[in-house]
């Protein structure tokens, strides 16, 4: 059994062939177990959890991410993040343990590069300008992830509501070639763009659909809650929207539950997941006017198919 800490993680799956591998992964299907959540009084005060997330490929793989959320730890001077991960993945045909891998890195690689699958099949191969909404730990592999697929982007803008974390991550952001920028004005910064990517924990709209220009691509990450909002409900309207899987982008994104709920959007109008993409059941962006939505749901699915991918990938070292 193989073990995978942080570094190793990063240094074995650079975006380059990490984004075309998880794409050639959706050509076989999977089944997702229910998701096991459970919760203790934190001596703290609140509530510390512990989150399982299943995935099947039934004769190929399986494995779960096991999350503990412990929101004390940033408190009490332990030096521990509220947030820690583990996966473990077992062999599909004969049920053996074959790798346990470090959960926050890889959550990090399978999180970017399946927004840049979204991009492979929906951006515009001539984006010269990507719009980074947000600075957080996702935001800079975001960056690195699309200029994978569109190599022709010679801009990358980052706006955050702290300037000083925007300009934190221009300073460490390492793309030869690239204009790397801070922005404030939010709004003249989405008219520019020409690839949208936002990570943000938002509850009010940032983006908003009249600033859209024709051609554009809006890279949903953030929502996972039906009360959190990325984008408003015109720049779902004037888009085609597409989604990663349909489980969790369709039941837990507040841009599309909303957009349900006000008749605005049906789940008969999301075009297709990537899934569909990958397979060649939609051909993706249409036209070079077209707007385009790729909401980034996430999943247990996309843990398993990074980690598989990640064992794949790496030949050095013993085996633990």
């Given at each position: 059994m193989?073990?995978f800490d942080?570094?190793q993680?990063?240094g074995?799956l650079?975006?380059a062939?990490?984004?075309?591998?998880?794409?050639?992964a959706?050509?076989r299907?999977v089944?997702l177990?229910?998701?096991?959540?459970?919760?203790?009084p934190?001596?703290?005060?609140?509530e510390d959890?512990?989150l399982?997330?299943?995935?099947?490929q039934r004769g190929?793989?399986m494995?779960?991410?096991?999350v503990?959320v412990?929101?004390?730890?940033?408190?009490n001077?332990?030096?521990?993040p509220s947030?820690?991960?583990v996966?473990v993945l077992?062999?599909?045909?004969?049920g053996?343990?074959?790798?346990?891998v470090d959960g926050?890195?890889?959550?990090l690689r399978?999180?970017?590069?399946?927004?840049a699958?979204g991009?492979?099949?929906?951006?515009?191969e001539?984006c010269?300008s990507?719009l980074?909404?947000?600075?957080?730990?996702?935001a800079?592999?975001?960056a690195m992830a699309h200029l994978a697929v569109?190599?022709?982007?010679?801009?990358v803008a980052?706006?955050?509501?702290?300037?000083?974390?925007a300009?934190s991550?221009v300073?460490?952001?390492d793309?030869?070639?690239v204009?790397l920028?801070?922005?404030?004005?939010?709004?003249?910064?989405?008219?520019e763009a020409d690839l949208?990517?936002?990570?943000?924990?938002?509850t009010e709209?940032?983006?908003?659909?009249?600033?859209?220009?024709?051609?554009?691509h809006l890279?949903?990450?953030?929502?996972f809650r039906?009360?959190m909002?990325?984008c408003d409900?015109e720049?779902?309207?004037?888009s085609s929207?597409?989604?990663?899987s349909?489980?969790s982008?369709?039941e837990?994104s507040?841009?599309?539950?909303t957009?349900f709920?006000e008749?605005?959007?049906?789940?008969?109008?999301?075009?297709?997941?990537l899934?569909?993409?990958a397979?060649g059941?939609?051909?993706?962006r249409?036209?070079?006017?077209?707007i385009?939505v790729?909401?980034?749901g996430?999943?247990?699915h996309?843990?398993?198919m990074?980690?598989?991918?990640?064992?794949?990938?790496?030949?050095?070292?013993p085996?633990g």
């Amino acid at each position: 059994m193989r073990f995978f800490d942080s570094s190793q993680v990063h240094g074995a799956l650079p975006y380059a062939s990490l984004v075309p591998a998880l794409i050639d992964a959706h050509h076989r299907d999977v089944d997702l177990s229910q998701s096991l959540l459970q919760t203790q009084p934190s001596a703290g005060g609140g509530e510390d959890i512990f989150l399982s997330l299943p995935a099947w490929q039934r004769g190929h793989a399986m494995g779960a991410k096991l999350v503990t959320v412990f929101p004390h730890n940033e408190l009490n001077g332990s030096g521990l993040p509220s947030v820690q991960a583990v996966f473990v993945l077992f062999d599909g045909a004969n049920g053996k343990p074959r790798a346990v891998v470090d959960g926050t890195a890889l959550t990090l690689r399978k999180t970017a590069s399946d927004s840049a699958a979204g991009s492979h099949f929906l951006a515009r191969e001539d984006c010269k300008s990507l719009l980074v909404v947000g600075a957080g730990a996702l935001a800079p592999h975001l960056a690195m992830a699309h200029l994978a697929v569109r190599p022709a982007i010679r801009r990358v803008a980052v706006w955050n509501r702290t300037a000083s974390r925007a300009a934190s991550m221009v300073r460490d952001l390492d793309l030869p070639g690239v204009e790397l920028t801070t922005v404030r004005d939010l709004e003249a910064a989405t008219r520019e763009a020409d690839l949208i990517t936002c990570a943000t924990m938002a509850t009010e709209p940032l983006i908003l659909g009249k600033w859209l220009k024709p051609g554009t691509h809006l890279d949903l990450v953030g929502s996972f809650r039906t009360d959190m909002h990325e984008c408003d409900g015109e720049a779902i309207s004037r888009s085609s929207v597409f989604v990663d899987s349909p489980w969790s982008a369709l039941e837990d994104s507040g841009e599309l539950i909303t957009a349900f709920s006000e008749g605005t959007l049906s789940r008969e109008d999301i075009q297709a997941d990537l899934f569909d993409l990958a397979r060649g059941k939609h051909p993706g962006r249409r036209s070079g006017r077209e707007i385009t939505v790729y909401k980034n749901g996430g999943g247990g699915h996309l843990d398993l198919m990074v980690a598989g991918i990640l064992l794949a990938e790496d030949s050095s070292g013993p085996a633990g």
